[in-house]
């Protein structure tokens, strides 16, 4: 047997900007033009978002730019599946869209998830541009270069980490959401309070209410704080190697139950009640306490999301979908938990824990 060795020494720079302020997306047409990232640019996004910024961007990216096209999909979770990433890049084909094109990614968290993917894999990989358009996609999704898309047999599952070339947080965007839109968001926000600093935790309780008032200068800093709070542990381990686990807080849980809603219930609503259930489990694990517990279910009441799993759950399946999330290991369950408010628990250096079947079971009939 002979052995060739292949060295692949990579200086690539994944660096980007998060650029967030109001009016931001009028802006993307002429950054675009002036960096010249691409010849052809496909504008993707769903039908909610189309009719409310879609068109008005594609106008403002024509006037510019020499070759544009929007594609459309159906809003919805339901939409975030191989069969529409096979949509997108079929219609990028038809249009002659090569290696010199570049994706951006308009809408929430399922539009910036499933063009990122697009991006990530057509001709190898061309520049993405995320343009979120909702909270949680503002503060979680755009971030960090997950992308990916859904399967029958789990959430997310199929994908590739891989970092836009710019992101756009545009708050004028945010005042047309619904306060169940809002509540989507501050699950995240709220877990980054849990998983690493306890004092903008704090803020959060004494500013929650301001965010439903849609007060500008709340929304910049707590959308200013998410973003810094994930790039930070992302400069550190891009494709989650160690402390990246830290930002699964809550999604262990989280993804199950939204998955065996068929995604009724929302990505927000699971991922709250996921993180009182793993809470629940981190008392008799990590030292985080009663008082830690309250303070987190009451900031999630009042910001009006569930703090209690779906009636009639069974937690049988529950624990069969968290055997094969890509958290778990060996089949062996997995879940990042909180040592208190602002700190994660790290057990021989590591912060995945494995987590026995009973512990579940328990945390989930408590």
């Known amino acids: 047997m002979k052995k060739i060795a292949v060295k692949v020494s990579s200086n690539e720079d994944n660096s980007y900007e998060i650029l967030i302020g109001q009016g931001l997306v009028r802006q993307i047409a002429g950054d675009l033009a002036e960096a010249s990232i691409a010849h052809s640019h496909s504008l993707v996004t769903d039908s909610n978002v189309a009719d ?12 510019v730019l020499p070759e544009v ?9 339901q939409s975030k599946t191989r069969e529409i990433k096979s949509f997108i890049e079929d219609r990028m084909l038809e249009s002659g869209f090569g290696r ?30 995320q343009v979120p358009t909702s909270l949680v996609a503002c503060v979680d999704s755009s971030v960090g270069g997950k992308t990916a898309v859904d399967t029958p047999h789990g959430k997310n599952l199929i994908g ?8 756009y947080v545009d708050t004028d965007t945010l005042k047309t959401l619904e306060p169940k839109q809002l509540a989507e968001g501050l699950a995240e926000i709220i877990k980054y309070g849990v998983i690493k600093s306890g004092d903008f935790f704090q803020y959060l309780e004494a500013n929650i209410e301001k965010i439903y008032e849609f007060d500008d200068a709340t929304l910049l800093e707590v959308i200013e ?25 809550g999604h262990t849980v989280g993804h199950a139950i939204e ?11 699971a991922i709250s009640a996921g993180m009182v259930i793993e809470g629940k489990i981190a008392l008799g694990e990590t030292g985080w306490s009663e008082k830690e517990q309250d303070r987190l279910t009451l900031l999630l009441e009042r910001a009006g999301l569930p703090t209690e799993p779906p009636r009639g759950v069974n937690v049988g399946k529950i624990i069969d979908v968290m055997k094969i ?3 778990a290991r060996k089949g062996k369950i997995e879940m990042s938990l909180p040592e208190c408010i602002g700190k994660m628990k790290e057990h021989g250096g590591d912060y995945g824990i494995k987590i026995g079947e009973q512990a579940i079971t328990s945390a989930f009939r408590s």
């Open 225 to 249: 704080t998410s973003c810094r709070i994930k790039a930070e542990v992302v400069e550190k381990d891009e494709k989650e190697q160690n402390l990246r686990k830290i930002l699964n807080f």
């Open 325 to 327: 999330d890509k958290k």
């Open 100 to 129: 010199d094109s570049s994706v951006i990614a308009l809408g929430g968290g399922v539009v910036g998830d499933i063009a990122g993917f697009v991006a990530a894999t057509y001709m190898r990989g061309v520049p993405c541009v």
């Open 69 to 77: 096209s929007m594609i459309v999909f159906p809003a919805g979770e």
């Open 259 to 269: 998955q065996l809603s068929d995604y009724t219930i929302s990505h927000g609503e």
């Open 52 to 63: 409310l910024y879609g068109a008005r961007l594609l106008n403002d990216l024509e006037e």
């Open 160 to 167: 590739a980490f891989y970092q836009p070339w710019r992101v």
